[in-house]
Every structure is written in structure tokens, then in C-alpha cells.
């Protein structure tokens, strides 16, 4: 069985201004980034008893990423949400987004891949950087709600489970 090459599992958030008319605005992460890992963070509960046995509990996941570095490029929309909660001070839901992991490796239909959809929160870290560019750290925090679907890398539509292209 043979590796899965990183660049197949890819990641997209969505860079649309919470409130404006239109849909998503989904951009890949990745230039620039050397790695992408969603931390998983479970929240997990060992008991010992008097047997000597252990039993694990595993209840929860505090998912989250960071995205270190992230030069700006003017006219990128994800440069333009990051700096808008930057110079705003942007907070509660106005940071509200959705990220989709696209399964590149999996067999695509119609030009669309196996993918999911996850509530998340942008938290810009930082801003500045050395003279090698202007950059805009930040965290992405999985808030839970996800859906499971398909993307189409070319057109950026994801498509839930169970809904008619074009909804």
C-alpha cells in the first residue's frame, strides 16, 4: 500500500466577510506552509480500580490549527478577511468561518472529491513579521458542527450529503 503524498489532503476555509450576499469564498491553505496539522486534543478520563484494570474514556475533541506563516498578498480575499478582523478587532461570531478537508487521494465524481465541512473560528495570533513580507498569523479552532460531502477544487462548491448540485 502505497503513501498518501501530502499535498492530496487538502484544506480550504472560507474567506467571505460574515454577512455579505453571496456564498463562500473558499481559498486553499498550503502556499507558504511547510505544514498544516489539526491538533485533535482529546479529552480523555483513565480510572484505575482495585483490580488493577483501566478503563479509558474518551469524550471530547478540541480541534484546532495553526497556519504559521501566512504572507499577505494584496488581493488575496483570505488577506482581506484577516486584516479586516485585524483592523476591526473582530470578534464572536464576526471570526466565524467553515474550513473543508478535501480527500484528493479518494476517486472523484464529476470533479468532485469526498470532503468535509467543519464549523470553525479564525484567531489571528499576530501581525508584522520579518523583511521577508507582511504576515498575518493565525489559529483555526474547530467549534464541532461539521457535514460531510463532496468539493469541487476547480468550481470551490461543496456539496452536503443528501443535497442536489447547484443547492
Known sequence: MARIERKYMAHYIDAAQPGTSGGPTYVRLGKDLEEYVAEMSAEVEKKHNILGEISVLLTSYEKSGTVEPYYAEQGDPLFERLQDITDNMRVLDECA?????????????????????????????????????YQIPFNVHYTGGRAKGTFDPKTKTFIPEGAAPGV
Not at 487521494?105 to 521577508?132: C, H, K, L, Y
Open 97 to 133: 468561518s467553515t474550513l473543508v478537508d478535501v480527500h484528493l487521494w479518494e476517486q472523484e465524481t464529476e470533479g468532485a472529491f469526498p470532503a468535509v465541512r467543519w464549523d470553525v473560528v479564525i484567531e489571528v495570533t499576530s501581525t508584522g513579521g520579518d523583511n521577508t513580507g
